[in-house]
């Protein structure tokens, strides 16, 4: 065996502390006769994953960890991790044993005896894998998302929702400035890059079950599905993140029409406070849920910094606001009783500055 490194494995982490020195120790059984080293990249876990990792670093030189703080993303973990390594190959598995480690040297061998191979995926789609113990509803689910991923992008992949593959680590590199890094599907994102199509082999393996801690799978991470899906179809026309900042702002308007509508036509106030405070609502609104999904990455937290976010929002925005206010104050002076009207051109104008300005100051 030879001194170089022949493999790095990157493995993302967010709250698996109890994991840890298990896969430490798989990993050391299943790679003898390999270089390796180990990466974990952790979003400053809360409950201690990344110190769990350093234990086992001090002693054991194989083992790095990145710890990043007010960050989160499994895709930008694993695409941080991968580019941290000057190993030729390099390997994504989860930190939760759901992956079958076994496996690796395999996929190593593969990507060394065939030149033209790109990246060894791990598919539980191919005769000998499986999905282990899946009840129907997350295996409909995934079924879905799985078929969902075939009809918008052409990947040819049995199991492109999979999290386990290895991948020359030249070829990610070159293509690291082209991922999109929204949500879980590191996989589907690295394939649909762009540039030439990539050369893959799937090998099978068993999903395991999760015995430690729990699934990071909610409701927001399959949302961001949609919308990795979105960006490698249509982001180029128009960007993910300003469709979503749109999209909100519909919803937004929404609420300033209705609480315009509540106080100025039920409740009676003059339409310059109903107009003022329905700005209001709707900023507020808006606030919360682009930082909830749009700026999901750079998500601000804690009442502190809501706060500080939430009056740098209005600040920034007030500019707009004025604008709102004014435009549809003046509109309907011109027009009178063309209240909606009005009111819509004013949030049309007010949204345009609110995303420049915030993107950048709020969320920059
Ligand atoms: N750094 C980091 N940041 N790691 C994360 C984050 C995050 O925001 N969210 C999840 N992880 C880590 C978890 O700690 C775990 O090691 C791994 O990513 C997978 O997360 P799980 O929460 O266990 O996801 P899952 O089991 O539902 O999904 C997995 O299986 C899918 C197959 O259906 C993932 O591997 C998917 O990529 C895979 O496709
Ligand atoms: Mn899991």
Redesign the pocket.
């Known amino acids: 065996m030879s001194d170089l490194l022949d493999l790095a494995i990157v ?6 502390k109890a ?1 840890v020195p298990v896969l430490v120790a798989r990993l050391d059984q299943a790679l003898t006769g390999i270089n390796w080293e180990a990466i974990f ?3 400053d ?1 809360p409950d201690g ?1 990344a110190e769990a990792a350093r234990e086992i670093a001090r002693i054991d030189r194989r083992v790095r960890v990145i710890q ?1 703080i007010g ?4 895709a ?2 694993c695409i941080e991790g991968m580019c941290a390594t000057a190993a030729p190959a390099v390997a994504v598995i ?3 044993l ?2 079958d480690e076994t496996i690796l040297p395999d996929m190593l061998a593969a990507l060394r005896s065939d030149a033209a191979l790109d990246i060894v995926v791990g598919s ?1 789609f191919v005769e000998g894998g499986g ?1 282990g113990d899946w009840d129907r509803d997350r295996l409909s689910k ?1 079924a879905l998302a799985t078929r969902l991923s075939q009809r918008v992008l052409d990947v040819g992949l049995t ?1 492109p ?4 593959f290895m991948v020359r680590t030249d070829v990610v590199r070159a293509r690291a400035p082209h991922l999109a890094g929204i949500g ?4 589907l994102d690295i394939m649909t890059a762009g540039g030439r199509p990539l050369r893959f082999r799937e090998l099978p393996y068993v ?1 395991r079950v ?1 015995t430690e ?5 909610d409701h927001v ?1 399959a949302l961001e599905y949609l919308i990795a899906l979105y960006d490698r179809r249509f982001g180029r026309l128009v960007p993910v993140r300003f469709a979503m900042f749109s999209a909100i702002g519909v919803i937004g308007v929404g609420i300033h029409m209705g609480v315009l509508a509540l106080l100025h036509l039920v409740a009676g106030a003059s339409f310059l406070i109903g107009q003022i405070a329905a700005t209001g609502a709707a900023m507020t609104f808006n606030f919360f849920l682009n930082n909830a999904l749009t700026y999901r990455d750079r998500r601000l937290r804690g009442a502190r910094q809501l706060l500080d976010g939430w009056v740098s929002f209005c600040v920034v925005c007030s500019v707009g606001a004025v604008a709102n206010v004014g435009v549809a104050a003046f509109l309907y002076d011109f027009h009178y009783g063309a209240w909606a009207a009005s009111a819509l051109a004013g949030v049309l104008v007010g949204a345009v500055w609110n995303y420049a300005l915030s993107s950048r100051f709020v969320w920059g």
């Open positions: 493995i993302p982490t967010f709250n698996e994991n990249v952790d979003d876990s994953t990043r960050r989160r993303g499994l930008t973990a989860d930190g939760d759901q992956h539980r999905t995934s199991d929702m999979s999290g386990f879980f599907k590191i996989l999903f999760r801690g729990e699934s990071k799978l991470v």
